[in-house]
């Protein structure tokens, strides 16, 4: 490895120590600059590398909310602002228990990759907060959006920074944050966040974009395999905004999503998510806020097996779509044994290194990264932040055609970076330099800071 990229990555180690998913993405992106940072001496030079692993800015707030019984409740909110070098800091909040701040920090640095892939103009960015959506009623979800938007306000806005949803902050979470945006600042500025309603300036498009862009990706992979997407079966995670989007897109394309996830288990539908029925049931089960999958299982009769993981089921092709993490060596095992050939990461660092690695060095198995796959989301976000600028609203075949495109050239230039570098049909690598090439060039090009 570059001796450089190498004194970075230990550098991040140590200053990181508490913060392991961050060291985690930092040596999973770093490993793949090696060549280019060869190539490329100016970028040592000015010192790029440990620029690029430290957020422009980051802060902490307190968010502090009631709950229907009038008891009192202290969270944390955080918003990461990570790279502002080629547009406003874009990027999703999270709600969840296990919200800390490397985990902010990891998703900020994605994102920061992931948006300059799109091809359109934004920062990269992530926020949240440790509170926990699960069995929360509607106004407590709205009292706790209300405080959070309270704290952040005076840092957000379409210029500075826009956020949009993540786990655990969907349509509705959105609606009440706009509206305590715009009651604070007394100005209809819908452009500082995205994922709204239609109603206010939502995108048509944009709750399936994600899913659908993943999707559009694989087809490209799959194209370039000669194959066609007609009849496979899928294994996912997650039963969540993307895993929707991922069966609805499948479905109409005539291949079968098999299997959903959550915290108690997966089950395994035979059939296929295809029904509208079904797929229409996922959005259910997400809005109860009560977060099983086993509802699927009693409702449709299918399979559940609790507390597994769907990884060691035959399919065609795997797309983990629930969190990061989700699968580990043992499983990376399981589906080599299985000789599946497509490994399309959708959520956020769905797989650690180890196991990364394991199955990138697979012959004849296709990895694609997250950063990547589920650009499409953001995607739509940039394209949401078009509309409200022009104040106008495009059809959902207009956005559904320039997120096919976005997708299209996402899979082409990470296929060439990757090329360029003789790597190979080496998609892991081609995004990560595609990215880092784009936002590299605008910081040397702005100068030391
Ligand atoms: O991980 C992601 O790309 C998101 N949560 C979407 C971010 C956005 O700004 O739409």
């Not at 430290?54 to 902490?60: A, K, V």
């Not at 082409?412 to 190979?424: D, I, K, N, Q, T």
Request: contains cysteine.
């Amino acid at each position: 490895m570059n001796a450089y990229v190498e004194s970075v990555i230990e550098n991040v180690r140590k200053k990181n120590a508490s913060e392991p998913e961050f060291i985690q993405t930092v040596e999973e992106v770093l490993s793949s600059l090696s060549p280019v940072v060869d190539k490329h001496p100016e970028y040592e030079k000015a010192d790029l590398l440990n620029r690029m692993v430290n957020p422009e800015r980051m802060f902490t707030f307190r968010v502090c909310w009631t709950d229907d019984n009038g008891v009192v409740h202290t969270n944390t909110g955080y918003r990461c602002q990570f790279n502002g070098a080629i547009g406003p800091y874009k990027g999703g909040l999270r709600f969840a228990p296990n919200v800390y701040p490397g985990m902010m920090k990891f998703l900020g640095f994605e994102q920061t990759f992931k948006n300059a892939l799109t091809g359109l103009p934004m920062g990269g960015a992530k926020g949240g907060a440790d509170f926990d959506p699960t069995g929360k009623s509607d106004a407590e979800i709205m009292r706790f959006c209300q405080s959070f938007m309270t704290a952040l306000y005076r840092y957000i806005g379409p210029d500075v920074d826009v956020p949009a949803g993540d786990m655990g902050v969907g349509g509705r979470e959105i609606g009440f944050l706009y509206g305590q945006y715009r009651r604070l600042k007394g100005v209809f500025e819908n452009g500082v966040l995205t994922g709204k309603g239609q109603s206010y300036g939502g995108s048509l498009i944009r709750p399936e974009a994600t899913g659908f862009g993943a999707i559009y990706y694989l087809n490209e992979v799959l194209k370039h395999e000669g194959e066609s997407i007609e009849g496979k079966t899928i294994a996912i995670s997650g039963f969540g905004n993307v895993a929707w989007g991922i069966c609805k897109k499948a479905a109409q394309l005539g291949a079968k999503v098999v299997t959903l996830s959550g915290p108690d288990g997966y089950i395994y539908d035979k059939d296929g998510v295809c029904t509208e029925e079904k797929i229409k049931y996922m959005l259910e089960m997400r809005s109860s806020n009560r977060n099983r999958v086993q509802d699927y299982a009693d409702k449709f009769g299918v399979e559940f097996f609790p507390g597994e993981k769907p990884w060691g089921q035959k399919v065609d092709i795997i797309m983990p779509a629930a969190m990061q993490n989700d699968v580990k060596m043992e499983s990376a095992e399981k589906i080599v044994a299985n000789k599946i050939k497509y490994y399309i990461e959708v959520a956020n660092m769905p797989t650690t290194n180890d196991a990364l690695n394991y199955l990138r060095s697979q012959k004849n198995m296709i990895v694609a990264p997250s950063k990547a796959v589920n650009a499409g989301g953001v995607g739509v976000s940039g394209l949401e932040m078009c509309q409200n600028s022009e104040r106008l609203s495009w059809t959902a075949e207009e956005v559904d055609v320039q997120l096919h495109k976005m997708m299209e050239t996402i899979h082409r230039v990470s296929a060439e970076a990757a090329a360029e570098y003789g790597l190979g049909y080496d998609l892991v690598a081609g995004a990560n330099i595609a990215g880092f090439q784009k936002v590299a060039t605008a910081m040397i090009e702005q100068g030391i800071f």
